[in-house]
């Protein structure tokens, strides 16, 4: 994803998953939320993020192709305050795209969400 993994970073978890075409990449980790804005600012995103307050009711009709089930952890889409969107499509080099998510664990963590197409 040739993204550095913030030095205060915890529970990190990641999958590579080789498909016909483009391979899936995911990361995550949890920070705590005063370099959680940091982190996303160095992935330097066309634009800001996007907040949404509640789970996307599409959640469950059908399966990402990359689910973050692998790592243990819940669909970012399944889950109500999350702050999400592109920061970059197309990237540079062989990556074809890479969106993140941030969802506030507890008052002092988030979980950062990236997944990426290769």
Known sequence: MRTTIPARATDVRAAYQKGFQDDGLLLA??????DTEAFVREL????????RAHALSSAGDGEPTTPFAHLGLPEPEALADVTEGPVCAPCQGDLNSL?????????????VYLRGVD
């Open 99 to 111: 969106s993140a998510a941030v969802h506030p664990i507890d008052a002092q963590h988030s979980r």
């Open 29 to 34: 980790f949890t920070l705590p939320k005063e």
């Open 44 to 51: 330097r995103p066309d634009s800001p993020l996007s907040h």
